[in-house]
């Protein structure tokens, strides 16, 4: 059976929804500090917020992405973090739907099946994580993408695979350069192994894909 995703459900529950508070962030806010305690859980409702830290060399360095309908910091919180451990940037213009982190908690302790679509979201974004970093263990970009796609549509039931928000977000994932990443997708897809639209990505050939690798 279809389970809609967690934010739908958390917005629309009849009881937890009604604690629910939404807020608008120009591009490079800062909303929360390396430090700060962690008092609410967050849901990108549009726009796309980036977890950053500084490495030795005074760099900053990105460590994760949160797109539409990503919640956070659930990884910290359940872990036993109770503080960020990143900074947490605006990318873009972003808007957050925040419920207090007690709220929160008693809403999933409460109904199952909040606690439940919870644990499938958590699952995906692991596996999407584990994807990313996999795709490290491979030299070209060509590659590189078509274990992204094949991976991506284990996920997705009808070959139809959302794309992130932007290029530069894909190409930083994937670590390539944005120009060379556009270039790649340009000739993979007149080779005929996906079609993009407005909705991502349609998969075409996920066999030629896998021969890639």
């Known amino acids: 059976m279809h ?3 967690f934010a739908d459900l958390c917005r629309e529950h009849e009881i937890y929804s009604r604690y629910l508070k939404y807020k ?3 591009a490079a806010s800062i909303i929360y500090s390396l430090g700060d305690p962690i008092d609410a859980f967050g849901i990108v409702t549009d726009g796309i917020l980036k977890a950053e830290t500084d490495t030795a060399g005074g760099e900053e360095m990105c460590s994760a992405y949160f797109e539409e309908k990503d919640i956070l ?3 910290l919180y359940f872990s036993g973090r109770r503080s960020y451990t990143y900074n947490l940037v605006a990318a873009k213009r972003t808007t957050v739907t925040w419920m207090p982190a007690s709220r929160f908690v008693e809403m999933i302790e409460e109904d199952t099946r909040m606690m439940y679509s919870l644990l499938l979201y958590v699952s995906q974004r692991g596996l999407k994580n584990q994807l990313q970093l996999n795709c490290l263990n491979y030299q070209t ?3 590189r993408v078509a274990f992204w796609l094949v991976g991506m549509d284990h996920l997705y039931e009808d070959g139809q695979i959302p794309l992130p928000v932007s290029q530069t977000v894909w190409a930083n994932k994937l670590h ?3 120009s060379s990443l556009n270039q790649e997708l340009k000739k993979m897809e007149a080779l005929g192994y ?3 639209n407005p909705r991502g990505l349609k998969l075409l050939d996920a066999e030629g894909l896998s021969g890639l690798l």
Do not use: A, C, G, L
């Open 3 to 5: 389970q809609p995703p």
């Open 24 to 26: 608008t962030y120009k």
């Open 73 to 75: 910091p659930e990884f």
């Open 141 to 143: 970009i060509r590659q």
């Open 176 to 178: 390539v350069s944005r």
């Open 194 to 196: 996906f079609r993009r």
